[in-house]
Every structure is written in C-alpha cells, then in structure tokens.
C-alpha cells in the first residue's frame, strides 16, 4: 500500500516535471485561460449597446415625434435613416445597415388620444434572431413607458394590466454575469481534457509508456498519476478565471467557496477521466487531438453555455447527461450567482462521480489490454 | 587528372556547430579529400567523426565555415541549386510518407524532381525490379520492413538519374538479408550507370566491399584509401585463440580486450579473435599464469580499423567495470519459460509456435530479419502484448497479468530512445528509481554509481532529448540497471551504434551476465550474435535454429564454405528455409 502511494507520487512528480519544466508551457497553462476568459468576457455578450434603425414615421404629429426624441434619448436607437415608405427599409435592411425599422402608423396620435389601439409597427431583421429580439425588445420597453407616461399626463387612466419585469441574481441582465461563471468550467475542461489525452498519447508515441507498463506500476497508479497533475493545473486555471472574473469583472460571488471548490474538484475528475478513455483510444497525438476536439465542441454545445438545455429536443436533453460540463455550468452559476448551499448541488455533484468512476477505471483497463 | 573526373573536392573544410547550451562542437576540423567520379567510396568513423556532416555539405544543405567544396565540378557554396539538380541525397531518416503507397511515394518524388511522364515510364519499372518492391505498389509507406522503406527510399531518390549518390547510414535497423539487397543494388548503379557513391556506414564489412574507404575522426580523415590497403596494415596482428581453458568465448573475450598491448578482442565462433596493436611473429598472452594458444589468421577490415582507433583514442574505452550485483549463477535454472507462444494480428501470424527456454546467467539471443516476430515475441515477454496461444514465464510469472513484483525483476531497454527526452540525465535516473522503490541512500548510491560507470557525468543538465545517440543508449541502460534486475531486455540496443560503442557495450553486458543477471538481445549484427550463449533464429514468426553460435554456423556449413561468418551462416539458414516454403507452396 505505502509502496504503491510512493509509485503514485513519483509519477505525479514527473507529470509536473514535465509539464512544468519548460518556461513556455508553464505560461501557456494560465495565460491563455485568462486570456480566453477576457475575449470572452468582452465578446461574447448578447447586450446590444446601440441599435441602428431607420424611421418611417407617417403620422408626422407631436405625439409621434415625442415618441421618438425618447427613443433616441435612451443613446441606444441611431437612426441612420428617415424614410417616406416602408419598401425604402428593404435595401438598409438587406445591407446590415440597420437592424430594425419603426414605423409610426398613420393616426398615431389621434388614437393614442381617443384611448383606440394606436399602431407602432416593428420590423426587424430575422437573420440575426438574437440581436433583433433584444432590439425589439428595448423597443417594445421604451414605446410602453412612453404610453404610460403620456396617458397619465393626459389625465387619462393607466393600461389595465401592467407588467414589470425584474430579474434576479443578475438585475441588469448582463450577459456578462451569466457568461463569465460558466466559463470557469468551459475553459479548464478543454485545457484539462487536451493536456491528458495528450500526455498519455505523446508518452505512447515516445516509447516512455511501454516503459511505464514495464515497470512495478499498476494501470490504477498510472492512471492516478496522470489524472492528479492535470486536476492541478485545472484547480490553478480555475482559480485564475475566478480572480478575473471577481476583480476584473467585478462580478459578485454570491455562495461559498467550499462548495464550488468542490464542485470543480468533482468536474475536473470526470473531464480528465473523459481525457484519459479518449486517450486509450488513440494511439498517437494526433488521433488525440481528433478525438478531443470531436467530444469537446457536441460538450459545450449540449452544456448549456449559449442555450439552456432544457429546450433541445428530448433525445439530445439525454444525451447531455453524460456531459461533465453540464453539471459544472450549473453548479458554477448557482452557487456563484445564487449562492446556492452544498446539499442543493448534491445531484450535479453525483453526476459528476458517476462520470468520474465510469470512464478512470475503463481507461486504467484500457491502458494495458489495449491492443496494438 | 581533370576536376571534372572528380565527384567531389573538400579542401580544408571547417564546420562548427554551437548547442543549445553554448558548447561548440567542430564536426569537420579541416577535412580534405577527394572523390574519383564512378567509384563507390565508403566514409566510415565511430559516431561524431562528422560523416553526416560531411554529406550534408556535400549536399549543399549546409554551408562550411571556410574551405572550398567542389561537387561535380561546381562550388557547393556558389551553386547550390546547381549541385542539388545533378545529385540525391538519402539522409539517414529518409521523409517517405507512410500513408501514401509506395507509387504514390515514387509519384511524388517525381513531381518534386520535375521529372518528365516518358521518363517515368522508362525508369519506374526498372526502380521496381532493382527494388522488388513491385509486388508492393499499393502498400502504404509506413507498412513496410525497415529494409523495404530503405529500399523506397533509395527508389525515391533514384527517379531522376543523378551524377552522384550521397547515403547516410542506409542499412542502419536493416537485417541482413536486406542489407545484402540493398548493397547489390548500389553496386549495380555503380557498374551499370557510372554512377559515383559515397556512402557512411558503421558497419564494416559494408566498407570493405567498396572501392574506396575514408576513415574518419574527429572532423578529420584518419586513412584511406582501397579497403585491402587498409586491411593490410593490420597484416601479422591477428590472431584466433581457440583453447580457452573452459572459459566462454565472451568472457575471456572480455579479459583479453583489457590487455595491454591488444587493438581488438572478439568472439568468433567459440573461439576468441586477438588484434594486436603491432605486428609480431607470435602472440603472447597470459591470463592467470597460462600461456595462451594462439595461430595467426588472415587480417580482415575490421581488424585495421580497430589498430588504427586504438592508436588515437585513449584507454578510456577499456574501462569496463562489473555492472551487476554480485550474485552467483548457477547457470541450471530456467528463468524464462516459452511454450508454443503464438500471437496472431487478424489472420497474419506473427508467433506462429515458438518454444524455447533461457537459463539463468545466460545470455540469449533474438536473431531474424525484419519482421520475423523478434519485436513482437519481445513485447510479449515483457508483458506490453498478450499472447493469442501457448504459455510463457518469465521469473516465474507471465508479465501481462502478474502484480508489481514480477516485473520488479526485469530491467527493459527499448529499441528506439524511450525515457523523458524533456527531463535530465539526472531527473530521468531519479523517475526510474523512485519507481522501481528506491529511496533514500540506496537510491543515490545506485544513481552515482550508475552515472559513473556508463560515463554520463557530462551532460548533466542538457534535456536528456538533445543528448548524442550513444549517450542516450547508456542512459537507458542506466535507467534499466538502477533496480539491479535480475532479467534484462535489451531490443536492438546497438542499431545504429559505431564498432567502438558496441564493443563497449558488450563489455558491460559481459560483465552484467558474469555476475548472474540473464539477458535477452534481440539484434541486426550477425557478429554480436557471437557474444550471445545461445541464440535462437526466427523468420516469418517460425523458429529456424537455435543452439550456441557453433552449432548455428555448423548448420550452415558447406562443403566450399568450410568456415562461413555469422552473417552468411544466417543468410544461408533463412533462405534455405524460405526455398523450402516456396517448395510445399507450389
């Protein structure tokens, strides 16, 4: 038993050896997870901050022009154009120029007044159903505070049902919030998983892996030995897109540490132990490499990270239930976000063993009785 | 005698190189030879003698530091381009593509080369005969033999006639029987097309069969001149002791290579072959007080080469120290057990029923031609491969299944370089050892001993990666002994190794098997067979011969060929048994 812990330790020493050894490729384990966690903190974000649209406003009244100074107050609508007709909004929209058109219909004002249905028409690209919908969506916003505003200055009464919206954990609804804390599973998964796989592929193409089964070492301490080092590196690489995501982004931690601490130890087992089976699969580098790539994308595509899953059709909602990066997501939001406690992230957690206790034990196996 | 009639001219060449950690190394120290056009010349010179340097000058891939080169008449420093259109260069690791085929291959080399369709169709057929590689057009590159892919990879550079041939180690990992075709076909394009050859090489009875031999050292040429010019310096040196007192050949061998006075000592068929540095009537060597027997013999090239490197370099070499621990050897008990092993990939038969038993103390080799089932028989031994049939025991255990202290027993060194090539010297000996579970003191101890006795102080910092090819092959030996294994494997560890390596090499594993430890070689020299107690002989997966290297060559005994060297008794053994299949297969 002791002498199989020291087998484990010297190999856990030589993983780090030789990951850590080279300037180079101890910068390339944290710089490009921070790096990548800017780009995407900066890019990737469905807030629109300025909306260019062309107006058509065909009842040319007070009521109508008032209604538009406030849209365009608001900094985000920039008019690029002022039409006579609708059928001139074709050629802005067909050339990206613009993603909305507003048209103030004929009898705006004298309806809006007489209490009637008075008709804004929104027309909007649909090429680009995301940006759209947000533009329409401040728009939609912006023409019901306007309304209200005006019927109670007008001494009129105020529309009977009135919604407002409010949203949790993240009030202003930055996409930012949602991104940022997800992406702490997302970028070590694709670190950790590639480092794995290819630490073993690159030790099966060298010859040093023959060496390794040569020796008193069992598959389970090999296997052990790799998964260990490359949770370090994955622990470390999380902790760096946590520090840019507390103090660059400023983003607030709502849950205790503990609990995603553990939530991460947990994922990262079950993404290497997915690194270490596609790993016995290969036999070199670059079937390595092929493989990981053709897990990771179907992974983060079923994760959650740009659409929730719980609207892909029923076949694909199972399949994400093998998906390590699915629970990580989840349990990185909530308890980040939410400040959601331990036991609530109990099922995420068992998932992630499960995963974990499938995929190590069958590449341990694999390891040895893999023919060549 | 007109420039143009030389294939190459080098005068006063000099070529530096700085590594990685500052040190400077000068490959070429001023060389200057020359190259009659039409002739095969051989370069030969222990590792680091600046053969493949020289070559790559030659080629105009590099540019020397001062000297002039000429090739074929033109200026390699001024024309490049000039030089590299009227010759081919066949570096030691030829680029084949091992996913395309074999014509695919030839195609491509075409096409790089300009090479015209009507020319194709006048010089592929011929490259396919010369090569008999025909059979093969729509093989992948990268499923040949060893011997095959050289063979490719001359045809490639064969495509578009050149004036000149430049091959770098060429037969380096090929067996015999490939390397014989391979050299008939280099002496047909010289007899046939005129064409001139330089090719380096390390083995030298490939050296004594050209028309010229150069011999190097040290970025200098030590000799040269026509291979029975240089044989002939060794004339009244050489020796054959054949009572050896009941010593084995190899280790008494080994105690006369230590003499002082002695250029050369090997084993040749049980008995021992003495090179002497100088001429003399009659040997005289004593070991332990008895006089031994010996008659003068006929010098061969080999004999010449090692005078003159003795001359030159210092005792250094000789310095071999018992490596093993002291344990006794019987020399009865079965340490490795091998019954009717069979291993089959899909319906090729790699093993196909191979039995044989190795005892302890004894050192034992794996001889056959590439493909033959060595590597494959090997791998099941160690345990990295399970075996479709038949049983095997090593230590006791079969290795696949057996626990952590089965395989504790056996040191493994694999062919090709496979320790960190990212770690040091140092942190590779520490990895080795800690895994083996040494700790502490012991630990240190076995790691300076071991760094003292394979001679790796130097280098100690350099990533173990950039380390010279025959430091490298220490180091792994190091590596396989820190844990005193009482069963050693050793996979080609000599391929591509200098005589003067490999007789120090075999000094150690004389001197490992002395103090009991078994060890399993499998190997492409026929002469190392000589060092082994028994070998056994494998082609096509089936056992040929087996028993000690007299009885081998007795089997291949004729009556013109009454003293046949291990080379031909294995060739003559391999082919007489493919006569046969050919035989019950028609």
């Keep these: 038993m002791l002498a199989s812990l020291f087998r484990v330790l010297t190999l856990i ?77 074709a050629s802005l929209l067909n050339n990206q120029k613009i993603v909305l058109v507003i048209v103030v219909e004929r009898e705006f004002e004298r309806q809006l007044a007489s209490g009637g249905p008075a008709a804004v028409q929104l027309i909007a690209d649909g090429r680009n159903s995301n940006t759209s919908g947000v533009a329409q969506g401040y728009a939609n916003s912006i023409i019901a505070d306007f309304t209200t505003e005006w019927r109670s200055r007008q001494g009129l009464p105020a529309p009977g049902v009135q919604v407002t919206t409010r949203s949790w954990f993240n009030p202003q609804l930055e996409t930012r919030w949602t991104m940022i804390p997800s992406l702490v599973g997302t970028i070590t998964m694709m670190m950790t998983m590639m480092l794995t796989a290819m630490s073993v592929a690159r030790e099966r193409e060298e010859g040093t892996f023959d060496q390794l089964l040569v020796a008193p070492f069992t598959p389970t301490e090999i296997m052990i030995g790799k998964a260990i080092p490359s949770m370090i590196v994955g622990i470390v690489q999380a902790s760096a897109i946590l520090l840019v995501a507390l103090f660059w982004f400023q983003i607030p931690f709502a849950g205790s540490f503990l609990t995603l601490y553990v939530g991460l130890a947990l994922f990262l087992a079950a993404a290497i132990g997915f690194g270490l089976f596609l790993s016995s699969l290969a036999a070199n580098m670059q079937q390595a490499m092929i493989l990981c790539f053709m897990f990771l994308m179907p992974f983060m595509l079923l994760s959650g990270l740009m659409s929730p899953t719980d609207n892909m059709p029923e076949a694909l909602q199972y399949a994400t239930m093998i998906n390590p990066l699915k629970y990580a997501i989840s349990i990185t939001r909530q308890v980040y976000l939410e400040g959601a406690q331990f036991t609530e992230m109990l099922p995420d957690m068992i998932a992630l063993i499960v995963i974990a206790a499938v995929t190590m034990p069958i590449s341990a196996w694999m390891f040895r009785h893999r023919l060549n | 005698m007109s420039a143009s009639e030389m294939a190459l001219v080098a005068k006063d060449v000099r070529k530096t190189f700085t590594r990685n950690t500052g040190e400077r190394i000068e490959a070429l120290a001023g060389i200057s030879l020359q190259v009659r056009s039409g002739t095969l010349t051989a370069l030969v010179g222990p590792d680091g003698a600046g053969k493949t340097t020289l070559l790559r000058l030659a080629s105009g891939l590099v540019l020397p530091d001062s000297g002039s080169l000429e090739v074929i008449g033109k200026d390699v420093a001024s024309h490049p381009q000039d030089v590299q259109n009227r010759i081919s260069y066949m570096p030691q690791r030829f680029g084949l593509y091992e996913d395309l085929s074999v014509q695919e291959n030839l195609d491509l080399y075409a096409d790089l080369h300009d090479v015209t369709r009507e020319r194709r169709q006048e010089v592929y057929p011929r490259l396919f005969e010369m090569t008999q590689l025909g059979r093969f057009k729509d093989r992948p590159a990268g499923k040949l033999s060893g011997g095959m892919k050289q063979k490719l990879g001359l045809a490639c550079t064969l495509v578009r006639s050149p004036k000149l041939l430049l091959l770098d180690e060429p037969t380096v990992g090929v067996d015999p029987l490939s390397r014989r075709e391979l050299w008939e076909i280099v002496f047909k394009l010289v007899r046939e ?94 070991l332990d007080g008895v006089r031994l027997q010996a008659e003068a013999v006929k010098p061969r090239f080999e004999d010449a080469f090692m005078i003159l ?139 300076r001993t071991l760094k003292q006795q394979l001679e790796l102080d130097q280098f100690s910092g350099l990533p173990s990666g950039q380390l010279p090819g025959g430091f490298k092959q220490r180091l792994a030996l190091a590596a396989a002994l820190l844990h005193r294994p009482e069963i050693l494997f050793l996979d080609e560890a000599t391929s591509g190794a200098d005589p003067l390596a490999r007789r120090q090499f075999w000094g150690r594993i004389t001197a490992l098997s002395e103090s009991g ?47 046949p060297t291990m080379d031909q008794a294995f060739i003559a053994i391999v082919e007489k048994e493919r006569g046969k299949r050919k035989e019950t297969a028609g």
């Design chain 1, 13 to 89: 020493r030589k993983e780090l050896l030789v990951i850590l050894k080279d300037p180079k490729s101890r910068a390339s384990l944290v710089l490009p997870p921070i790096l990548q966690c800017l780009i995407f903190g900066y890019a990737a974000t469905y807030d629109l901050n300025t909306v260019p649209y062309a107006l058509v406003d065909l009842d040319r009244s007070a009521t109508s022009r008032e209604l538009i100074s406030k849209l365009e107050g608001s900094g985000i609508f920039q008019r690029q154009g002022t039409l006579v007709q609708v059928e001139q909004a």
């Design chain 2, 309 to 447: 490197f003795d001359r030159i370099m210092s005792d250094q070499r000789r310095a071999a120290d018992p490596l093993g621990s002291n344990q006794t050897s019987n020399g009865t008990e079965t340490v490795i057990e091998v019954r009717d092993l069979v291993r089959t990939f899909g319906d090729f038969t790699a093993v196909d029923h191979v039995s044989f038993d190795v005892r302890r103390g004894e050192v034992y080799g794996l001889l056959g031609p590439n493909g033959a089932g060595k590597s494959t028989t090997f791998k099941m031994l160690c345990g990295l491969l399970p075996a479709t049939g038949g049983t095997l025991k090593v230590a006791g255990a079969n290795l696949l299944t057996a626990g952590a202290k089965a395989r504790q027993k056996l040191g493994y060194v694999a062919q090709k370089f496979s320790l960190y090539g990212q770690l040091t010297i140092d942190e590779n000996l520490e990895f080795f050892a800690s895994a083996y579970g040494l700790r502490g003191n012991d630990k240190k101890d076995r790691i």
């Design chain 2, 517 to 563: 430890v078994t060890i399993i070689v499998t190997t492409h020299f026929m002469e190392e067979a000589e060092y082994c107690d028994r070998i056994i002989i494998l082609d096509a997966g089936k056992n040929l011969a087996e028993g000690t290297p007299v009885d081998i060559r007795a089997l291949a005994e004729t009556n013109d060929d009454a003293a």
């Design chain 2, 193 to 286: 097309e005129k064409l001139s050859v330089i090719v380096s090489t390390s083995y030298l009875d490939e050296a004594e069969r050209c028309e010229r031999a150069v011999l190097m050292h040290a970025g200098q040429v030590l000799d040269e001149g026509k291979p029975d010019e240089i044989t002939a310096r060794a004339e009244g040196c050489c020796f054959l002791v054949s009572d050896l007192n009941g010593a084995s050949a190899r280790s008494l061998q080994a105690r006369i290579f230590s003499l002082p006075g002695i250029a050369d000592a090997v084993p040749e068929a049980g008995r021992v072959r003495v090179v002497s540095k100088s001429a003399t009537q009659e040997l005289s060597v004593e």
